[in-house]
């Protein structure tokens, strides 16, 4: 089974609606990342949380929520969707005071 | 400025060769430095890091970091077709923060 996993792992949504992309590892890292991807853009940090109680915005946190329901567990929530919020969304975690972050499979949204 | 550059690419090196891949920081305080590579439709997956100034060599990776001058490089000896991919830079700025990453550079290595 996959350490670091990402549900749904593709979806299409409508402007307006509301969309949660949820992360779950297995890894028993502390800290978990939300980031997403663009062409041409790199990747880009969202939120971050380095423990159930800690959460911290990225570069990009605008339009974005986030929920840490576990050590194991990370939700992204779009508010209400919107078309440039359209990318590819990763999550990743990493252990304190080490260095790599681990990656899940990414999440590939639409928003119409 | 934005915190991590790298030029895009593509860059195009035959087999066998040496690539270069080349990345500048601005926050001079940063302290850890990553090489990310990342297939077309997969997750990035970690390749090496480095702290200290000077050269770090894995196999065939090595990478190159000059913090005076604020750049870091990675450098692949003997380049394969399966090394063809996107390489992401990305930087720590400093203890207790998350990594930010370039726009990484496409690597095409041909056969």
């Known amino acids: 089974d996959a350490d670091v996993t990402q549900t749904p792992r593709n979806r299409i949504t409508k402007t307006g609606k509301r969309i949660m992309l949820e992360c779950s590892q297995t890894?028993?890292?502390?800290?978990m990342y939300w980031y997403r991807q663009d062409p041409g853009l790199g990747l880009r940090l969202i939120y971050y949380s380095f423990d159930v109680k800690d959460i911290n915005k990225g570069e990009i946190s605008d339009g974005y929520s986030v929920s840490r329901q576990a050590q194991a567990k990370f939700s992204l929530s779009l508010e209400s969707a919107i078309p440039n919020q359209t990318a590819l969304y990763f999550c990743a975690t990493s252990e304190g005071g080490t260095n790599e972050q681990f990656f899940g499979p990414g999440t590939r949204l639409t928003v119409l | 400025q934005k915190e991590v550059e790298q030029n895009s690419g593509p860059l195009s090196v035959p087999e066998g060769a040496i690539a270069s891949l080349n990345c500048t920081y601005s926050?001079?305080?940063?302290?850890?430095f990553f090489w990310y590579r990342q297939y077309s439709g997969k997750s990035p997956e970690l390749i090496m890091f480095?702290?200290?100034?000077g050269d770090k060599e894995d196999g065939r990776f090595t990478a190159q970091l000059n913090k005076a001058s604020q750049y870091v490089s990675l450098l692949i000896r003997d380049s394969q077709p399966s090394d063809s991919a996107t390489y992401l830079c990305a930087v720590k700025r400093q203890a207790g923060t998350a990594l930010i990453f370039g726009k990484g550079t496409t690597l095409s290595v041909s056969s």
């Open positions: 480095i702290y200290s100034n």
């Open positions: 890894k028993g890292h502390d800290r």
């Open positions: 926050d001079r305080g940063s302290q850890s």
